[in-house]
């Protein structure tokens, strides 16, 4: 790949972006690539974990969400502020809406069919063909500068609708309610208010407040506000209650091939702070520097991994995902209105309970400063509101999806030695989890914790989603011991690795599906099973089994001690057999819902890394494609993302642990570039579509017989040398993955 190539994009005649140069990272960003088909994520410009996201809302077909705004098919309503990306269920944000139209002011009616849509690294443009108005926007990490070409001699209208936010189409219990909105026109070039909005997918009982300052480099040449759809000509505020929308208009003459800019900060503060954010990040109205600086701010940070002898479409699809994955969280330090700190502040966890297993590893490994930087975000929310997240948007926690897995992303930091944290208050923080029960357990915390307690498991009339809360309760305690063994806490460290043993608790040894026995069951306060049982059951919120996932998934989700799970499966030969069975049949195993994640590299603890390799790339192929529909499912923030450029570098993290399964190399040479100067390689020889089996390895010129690497070995530096052949071999059939580590 050239380290760097100009191009200039065209958006109508006469309209002329420029040459831009984008770097080797930067110009295999696709971000339309998973808007379509489920996956949710927002095509906007953005920079890595940016605070403003300024993208196209679409008005959704009835029956559908628009999640980050975008919409196959449905006009243009605007182009809001603030989006999340990747995510299912309700709908957050949309705040802040900016509409450009001609002829008389009608902000009530101004959708507008699109056409040439476009989308690169930190940049997105589209035709408003109702008006013939070209629209272009790019972003910084607080404020996003827009350019509206008109059509000659029309009489241009920019609109900013306060109240707007993104409506649910499926859940309106999970809907976003606007509570008040405020707009004030300055002066014929500046505009600004806030508007204040509550409930969205974490049920937000409390409003979140986004603030924003917008300047024109042309003058209005007239203007005027709305309340509740009447309009005011000359009017320069507008406060609106409850649902009573507000907005205000500036009219322009435009002269013939000059475009209007417009900039705009936001703030979760105050106006003067989204003046400020603005004015330190965009002084002028350069388009395309700040478009520069947002291209080289990608290619910063997708440059800690480099791919040698990849297609292009190859790259395309890897940097994407690495673009993705940091989309969210959001970096909001600085930012934040519940208190003041000194330390990290971010928010949009959207939610943990995705993130913890992919996306939070590869930034260990590719952004160390900015994991830690989440690690003490996560850590200072316990310090202030008592509780960690296992999800937050808005400044507020909630919804709880699973465990409390916020234990996941802080032991795997200190086991993976990120630096700067506060461990103690880590420690508590886990602690905490582990043993208060929370007034509500889909905001925060753990729910049945009695049960847990007393019985080593959450009974069906102490939760809802029994089974997959146990497990992941096992899973998190295993994450506590970890820390607790790590601070020298002997007696913490054998009481929860006790607990994380819990999952055989639920563990029905006579319970039979497809040829195959013992597998989790819920269980009633009583010890009795939950009856009748099928281990293809489960639900989203609420019920009585499993979340996002049946028993075949939930009965291989035990990542703190895969060889007691082989050993309760009936030994190697027949785990191999079971996994072959859980793949072979179609709805067991789904590698769009997180739990089943892990799944295929546990053939590497049987002995048999030829099935990971030969799974993991049949699930690649199957399911992650270039193009719009490109993803299985919600990106989940990155989490799907992150899955598949951890198998498409050859590698992936049991998260919460020090170790990394080796699998199927899709690409002839990958470095990471990683803290400290240090460079790791994995290379894949004789590597071909056929040649997918790993055959032989060596790691620094020494022989490799294992399957997983020591993250200490990556850490170091240092090369992977993979052989790669058509027919699986007999590498690694002995020297298993470490499981549950010995007594300290």
């Known amino acids: 790949m050239n380290f760097a190539r100009s191009f200039a994009i065209t958006l109508l005649p006469g309209l002329l972006l420029g040459p831009v140069a984008y770097g080797q990272f930067a110009q295999s960003i696709d971000p339309l ?176 407040t986004v603030y924003f300052y917008a300047v024109t480099d042309t003058p209005a040449q007239s203007w005027g506000t709305w309340l509740n759809g009447q309009l005011q000509a000359n009017s320069k505020s507008a406060h609106g209650s409850d649902r009573n929308s507000a907005g205000a208009w500036l009219s322009f003459t435009v002269p013939a091939h000059r475009p209007v800019l417009m900039k705009i900060g936001i703030s979760f503060i105050s106006i003067d702070q989204a003046r400020h954010n603005l004015e330190s990040e965009i002084p ?35 940097y994407t995902a690495l673009y993705h994955a940091m989309l969210m969280p959001t970096d909001r330090t600085g930012e934040n209105p519940l208190w003041t700190s000194s330390e990290p502040y971010y928010d949009d966890y959207y939610a943990i309970w995705d993130i913890f297993r992919t996306s939070a590893p590869l930034l260990t490994l590719i952004a160390p400063e900015r994991e830690a930087g989440i690690a003490r975000s996560l850590v200072d929310i316990y310090r202030h509101e008592g509780w960690l997240p296992d999800a937050r948007s808005g400044n507020y926690n909630g919804r709880t999806q699973g465990g409390s897995n916020a234990e996941f992303m802080l032991t795997d930091a200190y086991v993976k030695g990120l630096k700067g944290i506060d461990w103690p208050a880590a420690y508590e923080a886990e602690v905490h989890d582990a043993e208060v029960s929370p007034a509500d357990h889909f905001k925060e915390g753990r729910g049945g914790l009695d049960d847990w307690h007393k019985l080593g498991y959450v ?9 997959s809360v146990s497990m992941e309760y096992a899973a998190d305690d295993f994450e506590i011991a970890m ?75 035990v990542p703190q001690d895969v060889a007691a799970l082989i050993a309760m499966s009936g030994g190697a030969q027949t785990f191999v057999k079971r996994l072959d069975a859980f793949f072979a049949v179609p709805r067991r195993y789904n590698v769009g819902n997180e739990p089943g994640f892990l799944t295929p590299y546990l053939y590497n603890w049987a002995g048999r890394p030829d099935k990971t390799d030969q799974h993991v790339r049949e699930i690649i192929a199957e399911s992650y494609h270039a193009g719009r529909s490109g993803l299985p499912g919600n990106d989940d923030s990155g989490a799907m993302s992150s899955w598949y450029a951890f198998g498409q570098m050859g590698i992936f993290p049991n998260a919460g642990q020090p170790t990394y399964l080796i699998g199927s190399p899709a690409y002839p040479q990958t470095t990471l570039h990683l803290a400290g100067g240090k460079d790791f390689v994995i290379e894949a020889r004789n590597l071909s579509p056929q040649n997918i089996y790993v055959t032989a390895a060596t790691l620094d010129g020494k022989p490799l017989d294992r399957a997983w690497l020591r993250h200490s070995e990556i850490a170091a530096g240092g090369r992977l040398v993979l052989t790669m052949g058509r027919t699986p071999s007999h590498w690694a059939e002995h020297n298993l993955p470490p499981s549950t580590p010995p007594e300290p």
């Not at 690169?120 to 070409?149: D, M």
């Not at 054998?494 to 607990?499: D, E, G, T």
């Open 33 to 208: 690539l998973g808007v379509s088909g489920g996956g949710n994520v927002f095509p906007g410009p953005a920079v890595p974990f940016g605070m403003i996201k300024p993208g196209p809302d679409m008005a959704a077909p009835a029956g559908h969400d628009a999640n980050a705004g975008w919409n196959d098919t449905g006009d243009i309503r605007g182009f809001s502020q603030t989006h999340v990306s990747g995510t299912g269920g309700g709908v957050k944000y949309g705040n802040i809406l900016v509409m450009a139209t001609t002829g008389s002011p009608a902000p009530l009616d101004s959708r507008s069919p699109r056409a040439d849509e476009k989308a690169s690294a930190g940049y997105y443009s589209v035709k408003l063909a109702r008006y013939g108005i070209g629209a272009e926007i790019t972003a910084a990490r607080r404020a996003a500068i827009y350019r509206f070409s008109y059509p000659a001699g029309a009489k241009a209208n920019l609109f900013f609708d306060v109240t707007h936010c993104l409506i649910s189409g499926l859940r309106t219990h999970e809907n976003q309610i606007p509570v008040s909105s405020t707009v004030q026109i300055f002066s014929p070039t500046e505009v600004a208010g806030s508007t204040s909005v509550k409930g969205g997918w974490n049920k937000q009982p409390v409003p979140y």
């Open 459 to 467: 009974s069906i009339e102490g939760s809802d989603r029994p089974g």
């Open 284 to 318: 002028g109205f350069d388009f395309a520097s700040v478009h520069a600086a947002a291209i080289a701010a990608w290619n910063k940070a997708l440059g800690n991994v480099e791919l040698k002898g990849e297609t292009p479409q190859q790259a395309q699809m890897f």
């Open 483 to 557: 820390l607790a063994r790590g601070l020298g806490k002997a007696a913490d460290y054998k009481k929860y690795l006790v607990r994380s043993g819990n999952w055989k608790n639920l563990w029905d040894a006579n319970f039979s599906d497809g040829g195959f026995k013992g597998f989790i069951r819920p269980r009633h306060r009583d010890g009795t099973w939950l009856t009748p049982f099928s281990a293809m059951k489960g639900c989203t919120w609420g019920g009585d089994t499993f979340y996002e996932g049946n028993s075949w998934t939930y009965s291989t989700f």
